[in-house]
């Protein structure tokens, strides 16, 4: 049996959403802390310099304990492509450096480095001889002249996760940055910055981690952040609100900041970080392997239940390749999106994607609803 997380969630209406890998439900409890948000806004003198000063650091400390890092490392962003222009932008690029992208990957993982060809940077893309890269493709497309390798874990147009341990591995072992976009996994699947052999991710928060849209994170290797070549002083890294009440002083670029330097301005986005943050306790609460275990319940359940005379299941069956995203695509497939159209008038909410249906559970759902998704999808 699945957990019952569904009680901390919605109400949907009698909706299904199936669609977490566009955007995830926000929890009960971080619907409280944004009504709250709204009160301090309605009514200022409610935001107090403690209140406001507060909101970034609980929500590094949060984001800390999801990936196992010291809260002191976090960047806090607004998208994943935040922190993939950090890097693209911040990196001491010279001319024919080498970044290697996987062709048909998410366009937050390729656009970043396009432009670094401007400034004679080679950016070249790995046709996968699969779904998704694999070592021997990395391998085969490595050279002396490569700096960083880009990836993201799950891939988000066929469901497919790398074996990010073993890219990894690889490109530690060639001295090549490590980069991934952990977006369409992390809040589903556990992740270590210790035990995992990458540089740095990048990573919404408003898909598998539950939080309002224009929320994210980033995390580099201290060596790596440090050496960071990036023009961003935003002042309130520089200082804080109480430095305000002091008798005025110059202005001067404060040093030894840390992954504060690179926070995104608006550090204190309290309508969408102080909810976010009430999200990520609750993930954190209900422990990510368990939330893991109960999103991989209902996709074999998906799987199992789905009419293979009437569909081809595109994405993973089974095995560590499998994540949360199932794609699915009628025997003919002219009638997908007549079918799409079909689920949505019935209050079942999946993805249209390249031409075929991406179903992606996440702890609201139940058995209930992926067994109603599977009754339309089988009398379709």
Avoid at 166 to 174: D, K, T, Y
Avoid at 279 to 294: D, K, N, P, W
Avoid at 319 to 326: A, D, F, N, Q, V
Wanted: charge should be negative; proline fraction near 5%.
């Amino acid at each position: 049996m699945t957990s019952n997380f569904s009680q901390d969630f919605g109400p949907f209406d009698h909706k299904i959403w199936l669609n977490t890998a566009h955007q995830g439900a926000l929890p009960r409890v971080a619907v409280e802390q944004a009504h709250e948000a709204i009160a301090w806004k309605i009514a200022p003198y409610n935001l107090t310099t403690d209140r406001f000063s507060a909101v970034p650091p609980r929500l590094k400390q949060a984001l800390g304990r999801l990936i196992d890092a010291p809260a002191d490392d976090i960047i806090l962003g607004n998208s994943a492509s935040y922190g993939l222009h950090l890097l693209a932008n911040g990196i001491r690029w010279q001319a024919g450096d080498e970044v290697l992208l996987m062709k048909g990957d998410f366009p937050s993982a390729i656009l970043p480095w396009l432009g670094l060809q401007k400034r004679g940077v080679i950016v070249r893309f790995i046709e996968p001889r699969n779904s998704v890269m694999e070592v021997d493709d990395l391998l085969a497309h490595l050279t002396p002249a490569t700096k960083l390798v880009c990836v993201t874990w799950v891939h988000s147009f066929s469901g497919f996760a790398v074996d990010a341990q073993a890219l990894g591995a690889v490109c530690r072992a060639h001295n090549v940055l490590f980069v991934m976009n952990t977006s369409q996994a992390l809040g589903a699947r556990p992740f270590s910055v210790t035990t995992m052999p990458v540089d740095a991710i990048s990573n919404v928060g408003f898909k598998w981690l539950c939080g309002p849209y224009g929320t994210g994170f980033c995390w580099m290797r201290p060596e790596l952040r440090e050496s960071l070549d990036y023009n961003q002083s935003y002042w309130l890294a520089m200082q804080t609100a109480d430095d305000l009440a002091k008798e005025q002083s110059e202005v001067v670029l404060r040093e030894g900041l840390g992954a504060r330097a690179y926070d995104v301005f608006g550090t204190a986005n309290f309508f969408n970080f102080k909810p976010w943050t009430a999200s990520l306790e609750y993930l954190l609460e209900q422990g990510i392997e368990r939330i893991q275990a109960h999103d991989q319940q209902l996709v074999s359940r998906f799987i199992a239940g789905l009419d293979l005379d009437q569909y081809d299941l595109l994405s993973p069956r089974e095995g560590p390749e499998r994540s949360t995203l199932i794609f699915i695509s009628r025997k003919r497939k002219e009638q997908n999106a007549e079918l799409y159209r079909s689920l949505i008038a019935q209050g079942i909410y999946p993805a249209f994607r390249n031409g075929r249906l991406r179903f992606a559970p996440h702890l609201y759902n139940t058995e209930a609803n992926i067994d109603a998704a599977l009754v339309a999808l089988n009398q379709a």
